[in-house]
C-alpha cells in the first residue's frame, strides 16, 4: 500500500524565515502526492499537488513543495513565513481512489 | 460558492446510543469520502462512494459503522451501539472523479461518547 511519513511532530520558526515540513513516501509505481492545511476547529484545505511533469510545485499561499524521486521526499516549502501559517499541515498520497495521510506536523510561526 | 456542509458541528451522546451524522457535498461532485480524525492523528479513511453505491468501505472499523448516499447527494453515516472509543472528529471530503480533483473537506462533527 502506498503511504507516506512526516518524520516531524512540530516545526517552530519566526516570522519571516523560511518554513519546511518534510514529507517521505513509499510507494508502487508513479505517486500522486499532496498537501492540505487544517486550521483550528476546521476541515482540511487544500494546498497543492504533484501528479507529473515539473518537480517543483507551486500552490496557495506561496506555499510549494519539491517532488524528489531519488530522495522519495516531497518537502512543504515557503520562503517567508507568516504568523498566520501557524496550523496542522498533512502530506498525503493517492491511493486507490482515496488519500491516505500522514501523522501531520503542527507549525508554529513566532512573530 | 458553497463548500461541503456537515451537520451537526457537534454531538454529545451517551455510551450504547445511535447517531447520525450528515454531509451535504458541493454540487456535480460524483465521490464523497468519509474520514475520522483522532486527537494528534492524521485523518483515516472509513468509506468511499462513487455515485450512489459505496465503491470501498474497505476503513468501516466493525460492522457499527454503516453509511448510505441514496440519491448520489447527501449522505449519512450511522453509528450504532456508540462506544467511547469512537468519539473523534468525523471528516467528509467531495470530488470530482479523479486525481486531478482535490478533494474538499467539511468542517467535520466532533462526536463525543460519554
Known amino acids: 500500500a502506498q503511504s507516506v511519513a512526516q518524520p516531524e511532530d512540530q516545526v517552530n520558526v519566526a516570522e519571516g524565515n523560511p518554513l519546511t515540513v518534510k514529507c517521505t513516501y513509499s510507494v508502487s509505481g508513479n505517486p500522486y502526492l499532496f498537501w492540505y492545511v487544517q486550521y483550528p476547529n476546521r476541515g482540511l484545505q487544500f494546498l497543492l499537488k504533484y501528479i507529473t511533469g515539473d518537480n517543483l510545485v507551486k500552490g496557495s499561499y506561496g506555499f510549494e513543495a519539491e517532488f524528489n524521486k531519488s530522495q522519495t521526499s516531497f518537502h512543504l516549502k515557503k520562503p517567508s513565513a507568516l504568523v498566520s501559517d501557524s496550523a496542522l499541515y498533512f502530506c498525503a498520497v493517492w491511493n486507490d481512489y482515496k488519500l491516505s495521510f500522514g501523522a501531520g506536523t503542527t507549525v508554529t510561526v513566532r512573530a | 460558492g458553497a463548500g461541503v456542509s456537515q451537520t451537526p458541528s457537534n454531538k454529545v451522546t451517551e455510551k450504547g446510543k445511535y447517531v447520525e451524522l450528515r454531509c451535504d457535498p458541493i454540487?456535480?461532485?460524483?465521490?464523497l469520502y468519509w474520514y475520522r480524525q483522532s486527537l494528534g492523528q492524521g485523518p483515516e479513511f472509513l468509506i468511499y462512494f462513487q455515485g450512489t453505491g459505496a465503491a470501498d468501505d474497505s476503513g468501516l472499523p466493525n460492522d457499527r459503522f454503516f453509511a448510505v448516499r441514496p440519491e448520489g447527494s447527501v449522505s449519512t453515516l450511522k453509528i450504532q451501539r456508540t462506544e467511547r472509543g469512537d468519539s473523534a472528529v468525523y471528516l467528509c471530503a467531495s470530488s470530482l472523479q479523479g486525481v486531478n480533483s482535490p478533494l474538499h473537506f467539511g468542517n467535520g462533527t466532533r462526536l463525543t461518547v460519554t
Open positions: 454540487s456535480g461532485h460524483t465521490a
